[in-house]
């Protein structure tokens, strides 16, 4: 299988299946900087990326609102002083879907590319 980032999304609908509890152990190895958190029951894929001051996080923050708009699925972003919190979930089937690894894994994939 190739990697996670460079892997296709799919057309995620309120119906589309969850991840299983395998396949989450499996993805979250490509992306083990990111945690899975839990806010009002559904799980979601969470991660801080630190910058030297705010126009880098801001420069960090549209890229991967590039990505997102590329993909048709979209994170929550919450822009600091030197930080960016990155939030990915499904949002039509309030859980965790494919998609949100492969997408954690192009935001890791942008955040290694100097700024
Ligand atoms: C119509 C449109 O494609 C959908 O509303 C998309 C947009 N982006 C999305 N992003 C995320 N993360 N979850 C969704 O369910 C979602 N739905």
Redesign the pocket.
Known sequence: MSRLSEQQCE??RWDAPHVTEQELTTFHRDIPEWKIAERDGIRQLERVFTFRNFRQALAFTNRVGEI?EEA????ALLTEWGKVTVT??????KGLHK??FI?AARTDDVATIPL
Not at 72 to 75: A, D, K, L, N, V
Not at 88 to 93: G, L, T, V
Request: with cysteine.
């Open positions: 057309a995620c997102a048709g699925h979209h994170p990915w979930w499904s949002h039509e089937m998609n949100d997408l």
